[in-house]
Protein backbone atom coordinates (compact mmCIF):
# COMPACT_ATOMS: atom_id res chain seq x y z
CA UNK A 1 0.00 0.00 0.00
CA UNK A 2 1.37 3.32 -1.18
CA UNK A 3 1.86 6.09 2.00
CA UNK A 4 -0.66 7.75 0.37
CA UNK A 5 -3.48 4.72 0.16
CA UNK A 6 -1.90 3.94 3.90
CA UNK A 7 -2.81 8.02 4.95
CA UNK A 8 -6.26 7.79 3.03
CA UNK A 9 -7.36 3.95 4.59
CA UNK A 10 -6.10 5.77 8.35
CA UNK A 11 -8.29 8.68 7.60
CA UNK A 12 -11.47 6.99 6.74
CA UNK A 13 -10.83 4.10 9.96
CA UNK A 14 -11.05 7.39 12.78
CA UNK A 15 -13.77 8.54 10.39
CA UNK A 16 -15.58 5.60 11.06
CA UNK A 17 -14.79 4.94 14.83
CA UNK A 18 -16.00 9.17 15.31
CA UNK A 19 -19.36 8.11 13.80
CA UNK A 20 -19.91 4.77 15.17
CA UNK A 21 -18.98 6.44 18.93
CA UNK A 22 -21.19 9.27 18.33
CA UNK A 23 -23.96 6.64 17.42
CA UNK A 24 -23.17 4.62 20.12
CA UNK A 25 -21.95 6.18 23.28
CA UNK A 26 -19.93 4.28 25.59
CA UNK A 27 -21.46 6.41 28.53
CA UNK A 28 -25.37 5.19 28.25
CA UNK A 29 -27.68 6.51 30.15
CA UNK A 30 -28.68 4.04 32.25
CA UNK A 31 -30.70 4.26 35.54
CA UNK A 32 -28.71 5.11 38.90
CA UNK A 33 -28.39 1.89 40.81
CA UNK A 34 -26.59 1.45 44.38
CA UNK A 35 -25.41 -2.23 44.83
CA UNK A 36 -25.09 -1.22 48.88
CA UNK A 37 -28.24 -0.53 50.05
CA UNK A 38 -29.27 -0.08 53.29
CA UNK A 39 -32.98 -0.49 54.77
CA UNK A 40 -34.17 1.34 57.61
CA UNK A 41 -36.68 -0.59 59.68
CA UNK A 42 -38.88 1.59 62.05
CA UNK A 43 -38.64 -0.10 65.95
CA UNK A 44 -41.81 -1.03 67.22
CA UNK A 45 -43.46 -0.19 70.19
CA UNK A 46 -43.96 -3.29 72.84
CA UNK A 47 -47.40 -3.75 73.72
CA UNK A 48 -46.98 -7.40 74.94
CA UNK A 49 -46.14 -8.12 78.42
CA UNK A 50 -44.18 -11.16 78.34
CA UNK A 51 -41.67 -8.76 75.67
CA UNK A 52 -41.74 -5.68 78.28
CA UNK A 53 -38.60 -6.80 80.45
CA UNK A 54 -36.43 -6.78 77.46
CA UNK A 55 -37.14 -3.16 76.40
CA UNK A 56 -39.61 -0.88 75.05
CA UNK A 57 -39.24 -0.83 71.47
CA UNK A 58 -38.68 -4.34 69.07
CA UNK A 59 -38.04 -5.65 65.53
CA UNK A 60 -38.41 -9.22 64.94
CA UNK A 61 -35.48 -10.77 63.25
CA UNK A 62 -37.89 -11.97 60.26
CA UNK A 63 -38.00 -8.67 58.86
CA UNK A 64 -34.52 -8.12 59.03
CA UNK A 65 -33.67 -11.56 57.49
CA UNK A 66 -36.08 -10.85 55.54
CA UNK A 67 -34.52 -7.43 53.48
CA UNK A 68 -31.45 -8.97 54.21
CA UNK A 69 -32.04 -11.81 51.67
CA UNK A 70 -33.18 -9.08 49.24
CA UNK A 71 -29.99 -7.80 49.12
CA UNK A 72 -29.60 -5.14 51.72
CA UNK A 73 -28.37 -4.02 55.07
CA UNK A 74 -30.45 -3.09 57.91
CA UNK A 75 -30.55 -0.39 60.53
CA UNK A 76 -33.28 0.05 63.33
CA UNK A 77 -34.43 3.09 64.11
CA UNK A 78 -35.46 3.97 67.16
CA UNK A 79 -38.71 6.09 68.53
CA UNK A 80 -36.53 8.49 70.88
CA UNK A 81 -34.41 10.43 68.35
CA UNK A 82 -35.01 14.47 67.48
CA UNK A 83 -36.37 15.53 64.40
CA UNK A 84 -33.15 16.89 63.12
CA UNK A 85 -31.75 12.64 63.77
CA UNK A 86 -34.35 11.78 61.42
CA UNK A 87 -33.52 13.97 58.81
CA UNK A 88 -30.24 12.66 58.97
CA UNK A 89 -31.19 9.11 58.77
CA UNK A 90 -33.32 9.60 55.81
CA UNK A 91 -30.39 11.25 54.30
CA UNK A 92 -28.09 7.49 54.90
CA UNK A 93 -30.80 5.02 54.29
CA UNK A 94 -32.26 3.59 50.71
CA UNK A 95 -35.85 2.87 51.96
CA UNK A 96 -37.92 2.34 55.12
CA UNK A 97 -40.02 -0.90 56.48
CA UNK A 98 -42.91 -0.06 58.86
CA UNK A 99 -43.57 -3.50 60.15
CA UNK A 100 -46.58 -4.73 61.72
CA UNK A 101 -47.95 -4.30 65.99
CA UNK A 102 -50.64 -3.57 68.06
CA UNK A 103 -50.27 0.45 68.87
CA UNK A 104 -52.25 3.70 68.20
CA UNK A 105 -52.01 4.74 64.53
CA UNK A 106 -52.28 8.36 65.66
CA UNK A 107 -51.02 9.19 68.99
CA UNK A 108 -48.04 6.85 69.48
CA UNK A 109 -44.85 7.48 68.95
CA UNK A 110 -44.52 5.34 66.08
CA UNK A 111 -47.02 6.98 64.30
CA UNK A 112 -45.28 10.37 65.26
CA UNK A 113 -41.86 9.71 63.71
CA UNK A 114 -43.67 7.39 60.39
CA UNK A 115 -45.19 10.67 59.97
CA UNK A 116 -41.92 12.34 59.82
CA UNK A 117 -40.17 9.74 57.49
CA UNK A 118 -43.61 9.67 55.29
CA UNK A 119 -43.13 14.06 54.83
CA UNK A 120 -39.80 13.62 53.85
CA UNK A 121 -40.18 10.26 51.17
CA UNK A 122 -42.95 12.25 49.63
CA UNK A 123 -41.10 15.61 49.00
CA UNK A 124 -37.86 13.66 47.89
CA UNK A 125 -39.60 11.88 45.83
CA UNK A 126 -41.58 14.85 44.25
CA UNK A 127 -37.94 16.34 43.69
CA UNK A 128 -36.66 13.16 42.00
CA UNK A 129 -34.72 11.63 45.22
CA UNK A 130 -36.70 8.04 44.60
CA UNK A 131 -37.13 6.72 47.92
CA UNK A 132 -39.61 3.66 48.85
CA UNK A 133 -41.40 2.69 51.29
CA UNK A 134 -43.03 -0.49 52.60
CA UNK A 135 -46.00 -1.76 55.12
CA UNK A 136 -46.57 -5.14 56.32
CA UNK A 137 -49.86 -5.47 58.31
CA UNK A 138 -50.22 -2.71 60.78
CA UNK A 139 -48.04 -0.84 58.59
CA UNK A 140 -49.76 -1.01 55.49
CA UNK A 141 -52.75 0.43 57.73
CA UNK A 142 -50.48 2.93 59.07
CA UNK A 143 -50.03 4.12 55.08
CA UNK A 144 -53.91 4.41 55.10
CA UNK A 145 -54.10 6.76 58.17
CA UNK A 146 -50.90 8.59 57.13
CA UNK A 147 -52.36 9.11 53.15
CA UNK A 148 -56.41 9.68 54.37
CA UNK A 149 -55.25 11.97 57.39
CA UNK A 150 -57.06 10.14 59.80
CA UNK A 151 -58.23 6.11 60.44
CA UNK A 152 -60.39 4.75 58.48
CA UNK A 153 -60.01 0.52 60.03
CA UNK A 154 -62.75 -1.41 60.89
CA UNK A 155 -62.64 -4.63 62.23
CA UNK A 156 -61.61 -7.20 59.50
CA UNK A 157 -60.08 -10.41 61.84
CA UNK A 158 -58.18 -12.61 59.97
CA UNK A 159 -56.21 -14.16 62.66
CA UNK A 160 -53.78 -16.97 62.34
CA UNK A 161 -54.51 -18.26 58.78
CA UNK A 162 -52.95 -18.72 55.63
CA UNK A 163 -54.87 -17.07 52.30
CA UNK A 164 -54.91 -16.96 48.56
CA UNK A 165 -55.36 -13.41 47.17
CA UNK A 166 -57.95 -12.32 44.78
CA UNK A 167 -55.70 -10.30 42.60
CA UNK A 168 -57.82 -7.18 40.57
CA UNK A 169 -57.06 -6.18 37.34
CA UNK A 170 -54.55 -3.42 38.28
CA UNK A 171 -52.10 -6.45 39.59
CA UNK A 172 -51.22 -7.37 36.40
CA UNK A 173 -49.91 -4.02 35.54
CA UNK A 174 -48.64 -3.82 38.66
CA UNK A 175 -44.49 -3.17 40.00
CA UNK A 176 -44.94 -4.93 42.38
CA UNK A 177 -45.86 -8.01 40.27
CA UNK A 178 -44.01 -7.24 36.95
CA UNK A 179 -41.83 -10.37 36.00
CA UNK A 180 -43.31 -12.69 38.27
CA UNK A 181 -43.89 -16.00 36.64
CA UNK A 182 -47.83 -17.43 35.12
CA UNK A 183 -47.16 -20.21 37.72
CA UNK A 184 -46.50 -18.67 40.98
CA UNK A 185 -49.33 -15.45 40.01
CA UNK A 186 -51.87 -18.40 39.65
CA UNK A 187 -50.73 -19.83 42.89
CA UNK A 188 -51.28 -16.77 44.23
CA UNK A 189 -55.21 -16.43 43.49
CA UNK A 190 -55.23 -20.56 44.43
CA UNK A 191 -52.94 -21.50 47.42
CA UNK A 192 -53.15 -20.07 50.83
CA UNK A 193 -49.58 -18.81 50.18
CA UNK A 194 -50.25 -15.51 52.57
CA UNK A 195 -50.23 -15.40 56.51
CA UNK A 196 -52.74 -13.21 58.02
CA UNK A 197 -52.20 -12.44 61.28
CA UNK A 198 -54.21 -9.24 61.94
CA UNK A 199 -57.79 -8.05 63.72
CA UNK A 200 -58.07 -4.58 61.79
CA UNK A 201 -57.85 -3.68 57.54
CA UNK A 202 -59.15 -1.43 55.35
CA UNK A 203 -62.35 -2.57 53.84
CA UNK A 204 -62.77 -2.39 50.12
CA UNK A 205 -66.07 -0.48 49.93
CA UNK A 206 -64.00 2.30 52.19
CA UNK A 207 -61.02 2.28 49.83
CA UNK A 208 -63.15 3.11 46.98
CA UNK A 209 -65.44 5.82 49.05
CA UNK A 210 -62.03 8.00 50.04
CA UNK A 211 -60.88 9.86 46.91
CA UNK A 212 -57.48 10.31 48.95
CA UNK A 213 -56.77 6.37 49.13
CA UNK A 214 -57.89 5.48 45.95
CA UNK A 215 -56.56 8.64 43.95
CA UNK A 216 -53.25 7.71 45.46
CA UNK A 217 -52.99 3.88 45.74
CA UNK A 218 -53.95 1.01 43.08
CA UNK A 219 -55.71 -1.86 44.62
CA UNK A 220 -53.66 -4.96 43.76
CA UNK A 221 -55.47 -7.83 45.93
CA UNK A 222 -58.93 -7.92 48.40
CA UNK A 223 -59.49 -11.24 50.91
CA UNK A 224 -62.61 -12.06 53.11
CA UNK A 225 -62.58 -11.52 56.35
CA UNK A 226 -64.08 -13.84 59.15
CA UNK A 227 -67.21 -11.43 59.49
CA UNK A 228 -67.48 -11.20 55.87
CA UNK A 229 -65.85 -7.95 55.07
CA UNK A 230 -63.88 -7.40 51.77
CA UNK A 231 -60.48 -5.53 53.26
CA UNK A 232 -58.02 -4.44 50.71
CA UNK A 233 -54.96 -6.86 51.26
CA UNK A 234 -52.41 -5.44 48.62
CA UNK A 235 -51.86 -1.84 47.43
CA UNK A 236 -48.99 -0.01 45.27
CA UNK A 237 -48.85 4.03 45.24
CA UNK A 238 -49.21 4.85 41.99
CA UNK A 239 -47.33 7.69 41.47
CA UNK A 240 -45.19 6.99 44.77
CA UNK A 241 -43.25 3.87 45.75
CA UNK A 242 -45.12 2.73 48.42
CA UNK A 243 -46.49 -0.73 49.31
CA UNK A 244 -48.84 -2.27 51.21
CA UNK A 245 -49.39 -6.04 52.34
CA UNK A 246 -52.03 -6.63 54.39
CA UNK A 247 -49.97 -10.13 54.95
CA UNK A 248 -46.87 -10.91 56.41
CA UNK A 249 -44.17 -12.27 53.46
CA UNK A 250 -41.53 -12.49 55.89
CA UNK A 251 -43.12 -15.51 57.78
CA UNK A 252 -42.75 -17.57 54.92
CA UNK A 253 -38.95 -18.24 55.28
CA UNK A 254 -38.18 -17.04 58.56
CA UNK A 255 -41.01 -17.98 61.59
CA UNK A 256 -41.66 -21.52 61.93
CA UNK A 257 -44.02 -21.41 65.27
CA UNK A 258 -45.82 -24.79 65.05
CA UNK A 259 -48.99 -22.86 66.28
CA UNK A 260 -49.03 -20.52 63.61
CA UNK A 261 -50.12 -20.98 60.11
CA UNK A 262 -47.06 -19.78 58.32
CA UNK A 263 -47.45 -21.19 54.31
CA UNK A 264 -43.87 -22.50 54.15
CA UNK A 265 -44.78 -24.40 50.64
CA UNK A 266 -42.17 -23.91 47.67
CA UNK A 267 -44.47 -21.48 46.14
CA UNK A 268 -44.84 -19.43 49.76
CA UNK A 269 -40.86 -19.53 50.13
CA UNK A 270 -40.62 -18.25 46.30
CA UNK A 271 -43.01 -15.37 46.59
CA UNK A 272 -41.59 -14.37 50.03
CA UNK A 273 -38.28 -14.22 47.93
CA UNK A 274 -39.19 -12.44 45.20
CA UNK A 275 -41.05 -9.79 47.37
CA UNK A 276 -37.80 -8.72 49.63
CA UNK A 277 -36.13 -8.57 45.97
CA UNK A 278 -38.47 -6.14 44.89
CA UNK A 279 -38.22 -4.15 47.86
CA UNK A 280 -34.57 -3.72 47.99
CA UNK A 281 -34.14 -3.43 44.12
CA UNK A 282 -36.29 -0.63 44.09
CA UNK A 283 -33.98 0.69 47.27
CA UNK A 284 -30.80 0.31 44.89
CA UNK A 285 -32.94 3.23 43.01
CA UNK A 286 -31.74 5.54 46.07
CA UNK A 287 -28.74 6.82 46.10
CA UNK A 288 -28.60 8.46 49.77
CA UNK A 289 -25.91 7.11 51.83
CA UNK A 290 -23.80 7.99 54.91
CA UNK A 291 -20.74 10.72 55.36
CA UNK A 292 -18.02 7.67 55.53
CA UNK A 293 -17.96 3.91 56.22
CA UNK A 294 -17.66 4.00 60.19
CA UNK A 295 -21.05 5.66 61.00
CA UNK A 296 -22.72 3.48 58.20
CA UNK A 297 -20.70 0.48 60.07
CA UNK A 298 -22.06 2.03 63.91
CA UNK A 299 -25.72 1.84 62.52
CA UNK A 300 -26.19 -1.37 61.29
CA UNK A 301 -28.20 -3.46 62.78
CA UNK A 302 -25.15 -5.77 63.04
CA UNK A 303 -24.42 -3.92 66.56
CA UNK A 304 -27.16 -5.56 67.88
CA UNK A 305 -28.26 -9.15 69.19
CA UNK A 306 -31.05 -10.77 68.94
CA UNK A 307 -33.09 -12.73 71.90
CA UNK A 308 -34.17 -16.41 71.40
CA UNK A 309 -37.65 -15.67 72.04
CA UNK A 310 -39.46 -19.19 70.81
CA UNK A 311 -40.21 -19.97 73.87
CA UNK A 312 -42.43 -16.95 75.22
CA UNK A 313 -43.54 -15.41 71.82
CA UNK A 314 -44.64 -16.79 67.80
CA UNK A 315 -41.00 -15.22 66.77
CA UNK A 316 -37.88 -17.48 66.56
CA UNK A 317 -35.80 -14.07 67.86
CA UNK A 318 -36.69 -10.47 68.55
CA UNK A 319 -34.18 -7.60 68.86
CA UNK A 320 -34.80 -5.11 71.94
CA UNK A 321 -33.95 -1.53 71.84
Known amino acids: MTHTGFSTFAWLFFACCFCYSIAFPTNLNQEASNDRPVIGILTQMISDEVMKPFGKTYIPSS ?4 IESGGSRVIPIRLTLTTDDYETIFRNINGLVFI ?3 VNLETSDYARVAKIFYRLALKANDNG ?8 CMGMQLL ?3 VAGKNLLANTMAENIALPLNLTNEADSSRMFEGF ?3 LMEALTKEPITG ?3 HYGLPVKTFHANKALHSFFSLLSTNVAENGVHFASTIEGKRYPFY ?3 WHPEVNRFQWDGKHNFPHSAHAVQLSSLLAQFFVNEGRRSLHQFDNPE ?3 SSLIYNNTPVYAGNFTGYEQIYFF
Do not use: M, R, S
Not at 63 to 66: E, G, T
Not at 129 to 136: A, K, M
Open 181 to 183: PKE
Open 100 to 102: GGA
Open 63 to 66: YVKY
Open 295 to 297: EEA
Open 244 to 246: GVQ
Open 129 to 136: DFFPIWGT
Open 144 to 146: TVL
Open 196 to 198: NFH
